[in-house]
């Protein structure tokens, strides 16, 4: 399996922008499809986005559709999510996690069979 570390997470002021990156070390990236899900303490993990191997089909919550980005550069082994217009609701921690299923860009958590252990993206108004 990829190993996965995500790294970036802050504290940004409501209407800010963040930038959250996934390394990944192990296996090479172009052989998966990667996603970004986020989680609040005691709510359940939520999708955010995805994008295939070759950045050519990519899928958004619609929470955050037109204010994030995916991206990737598989020659790099890192996977990027920019975060614009940020709003308080858009605290939590966030994972970037890997699935072979490369072609596709799955919003199903339990197609990601590598997950990272996370960053916190905190929001404040």
């Known amino acids: 399996q990829v190993q996965l570390v995500e790294s970036g997470g802050g504290l940004v002021q409501a209407g800010g922008s963040l930038s959250v990156s996934c390394a990944a070390s192990g296996r090479t990236l172009s052989n998966y499809a990667m996603g970004w899900f986020r989680q609040v303490p005691g709510k359940e993990r939520e999708f955010v986005a995805a994008?295939?191997?070759?950045?050519?089909?990519?899928n958004y919550a619609d929470s955050v559709k037109g204010r994030f980005t995916v991206s990737r550069n598989n020659a790099k082994n890192t996977v990027y999510l920019q975060m614009n217009s940020l709003k308080p609701d858009d605290t939590a921690v966030y994972y970037c996690a890997a699935t072979p299923m490369r072609h596709v860009a799955t919003q199903l958590a339990e197609a990601y069979n590598s997950w990272g252990q996370g960053t916190q993206v905190t929001v404040s108004t």
């Open positions: 994008i295939n191997w070759k950045g050519d089909v990519i």
